[in-house]
């Protein structure tokens, strides 16, 4: 770069120093490269200028077409359809193989009481065959007719409900 300036300026410094002989030219010359540096450097300062705003466009070009995406028609649409089905159908193939190997099918809570009544009074039975027999205190409900109930309040018959 230096080297380059220097190459350019010795022409027109010669010229200059035969144009002053015979006066104080060291001012002029002074001068002279000072204003042949700032135009350097100005140019450098563009360029820099120039590059930079070039990338940021280049940035912002290849940003919209990132967020552009791929527009979608009726040919694009069925494509990936075809193409998604397809991929789903393996998926559920392959979950369902899995299921088969590890056995049967695993049920829900309300599938297994849907199935096996037995279920309803099982926990019972298992207290029961366990010695661990629940004890009611009857004495407790001897008095209800006791208790202050509102009769005025009328109960609640889901067969007496208007359906519309």
Do not use: C, Y
């Not at 200059?16 to 204003?35: D, H, K, R, S, Y």
């Not at 450098?44 to 120039?50: A, P, Q, V």
């Not at 028609?73 to 998604?84: G, R, V």
């Amino acid at each position: 770069m230096i080297a380059d300036f220097l190459l350019l300026s010795l022409p027109s410094l010669s010229l200059m120093a035969e144009e002053n002989l015979g006066m104080v030219m060291i001012f002029t010359l002074v001068t002279a490269v000072q204003e042949k540096l700032n135009e350097i450097v100005d140019a450098m300062k563009n360029r820099r200028e120039e590059e930079k705003l070039r990338k940021e466009k280049e940035a912002e070009e290849a940003e919209k077409v990132a967020f552009q995406g791929t527009v979608v028609t009726i040919e694009n649409f069925l494509a990936w359809k075809a193409k998604f089905d397809l991929e789903m159908a393996e998926f559920r193939r392959k979950k369902q193989k899995e299921e088969e190997q590890a056995g049967k099918p695993k049920l829900t809570g309300k599938q297994l009481f849907e199935r096996d009544h037995n279920l309803d009074t099982s926990d019972i039975q298992f207290l029961e065959d366990g010695g661990h027999n629940v004890e009611v205190d009857e004495s407790l409900f001897q008095d209800i007719e006791d208790l202050d109930l509102d009769e005025d309040v009328p109960t609640f018959d889901p067969l007496e409900m208007d359906s519309d």
